[in-house]
C-alpha cells in the first residue's frame, strides 16, 4: 500500500540522512531506512551510457573529487556534468559531504566531516535493491520518491530520462498508483507528460517554490496527485486551500534542523508545519527527528 495515498502523516529521508551522512550515498540511504522514514528520496541523472544514477545534480562539481580524477572533462562553463561520464567512469569518483561552489567550504559545517571515510556514486537499481532487499529481511514497506532532475537539460543531450527511469522503475515492480513509488519533478509540462503521454499511473507529485505558481494547483490537480510546495510558501494559506479543495496531497520540503525559518526551534518548526499548517508529509534532512515528532504527536 502507497503510504502517499493515506492520513498518514508520512516522513521522506531527504536525500537519504543527509544531516547525518553525505547526501545520496547508500550509507546515507540506509542509516534512513533504519531511522522508519516511510520513503526514501532518490534525485536522479543520465550517465552517457544511459544509467540512472542517484545524485542531487546534474553537476558533479559540489559534491564529489571529480576536478581531481578528470581535470580535462569540464566544460566551457567549467562544470563537470553526470552525463558527460559512463557510469564506470563515475564510479572512480568519492562523494563527499556539498561544498559551496564559490568557497569550496562545506555547506554545513557541523556535518559529516570532508575527507572523511569512503563513499561512491550509486545507480538507481542499486539502492532501489538495497530497499527491497530490507523490505524484504525486515518486514517493512519502505518506498521509493524518485525525483527527475531537469529533464528539458537531458532532452537537449539527447535524452528522455523520464523513459528512462519510468522502464527502470517497471523493471521493479513500481507501476501503479498503489505501488510504494512516487515520482515527482519541478517541470510541470514534462510531469504532465508523464502523465498523458507515458500513461505513467504512479502517483506524481509537482514540485514547485515560485510563490506565483500557487495559483496554478487547480491545473497540477489534472495530471499530479499531489503537491510538493516549499515550506515557505505555507504562509500563503491559499496552498493548503487549493490542495484540499483539489484533493491534492502536500509533501514540503525542506526540514532541516539547520534552518529554523524564524522559529525558536526545530520542534517550533516542526509544529508550525506538520501541524498548524497540517501537511500530509513532508521532506526532512534528519528524518529520525521528524518520525519521532509525529508518534508523539498524532
Not at 502517499?4 to 540511504?29: D, M, N
Not at 527511469?165 to 498503489?178: A, F, P, R
Not at 491534492?248 to 498548524?276: D, M, Q, W
Request: net charge negative; hydrophobic share 40%; with cysteine.
Amino acid at each position: 500500500m502507497n503510504l502517499a495515498l493515506t492520513s498518514k502523516k508520512i516522513v521522506i529521508a531527504h536525500r537519504g540522512a543527509s544531516g547525518y551522512l553525505p547526501e545520496h550515498t547508500l550509507p546515507a540511504k540506509a542509516m534512513a531506512y533504519a531511522m522508519a522514514a516511510d520513503f526514501l528520496e532518490q534525485d536522479i541523472a543520465l550517465t552517457s551510457d544511459d544509467i540512472p544514477v542517484v545524485i542531487h545534480d546534474i553537476h558533479l562539481d559540489n559534491t564529489t573529487n571529480v576536478a581531481k580524477v578528470f581535470p580535462e572533462r569540464k566544460r566551457n562553463d567549467g562544470r563537470y556534468y553526470v552525463i558527460d561520464f559512463t557510469f564506470e567512469e563515475l564510479l572512480r569518483l568519492n562523494v563527499h559531504e556539498r561544498t559551496n561552489e564559490t568557497t569550496g567550504q562545506q555547506v554545513y559545517p557541523n556535518r559529516f566531516p570532508l575527507g572523511k571515510s569512503h563513499f561512491k556514486i550509486h545507480s538507481l537499481a542499486q539502492e532501489i535493491e538495497l530497499i527491497q532487499g530490507l523490505n524484504q529481511s525486515t518486514g517493512n514497506e519502505i518506498g521509493v520518491y524518485v525525483e527527475l532532475k531537469d529533464p528539458s537539460f537531458h532532452r537537449k543531450e539527447g535524452k528522455d530520462i523520464s523513459k528512462i527511469v519510468l522502464n527502470l522503475l517497471k523493471e521493479y515492480n513500481y507501476s501503479k498508483l498503489d505501488d510504494t513509488c512516487v515520482v515527482q519533478c519541478f517541470d510541470k509540462n514534462e510531469l504532465k507528460r508523464i502523465r498523458q503521454e507515458l500513461q505513467c499511473e504512479l502517483f506524481l507529485v509537482q514540485l514547485f517554490e515560485e510563490p506565483e505558481l500557487i495559483a496554478e494547483i487547480p491545473e497540477f490537480a489534472s495530471y499530479a496527485n499531489g503537491i510538493g510546495p516549499w515550506i515557505g510558501l505555507l504562509n500563503d494559506s491559499k496552498c493548503i486551500e487549493l490542495a484540499k479543495k483539489y484533493q491534492l496531497k502536500v509533501h514540503s520540503f525542506t526540514l532541516r534542523k539547520e534552518e529554523l525559518y524564524g522559529t525558536s526551534s526545530f520542534t517550533a518548526l516542526l509544529k508550525n508545519i506538520l501541524n498548524f499548517h497540517n501537511v500530509d508529509g513532508v521532506f526532512a534532512d534528519q528524518p529520525d527527528i521528524v518520525v519521532k515528532f509525529i508518534n508523539n504527536n498524532h
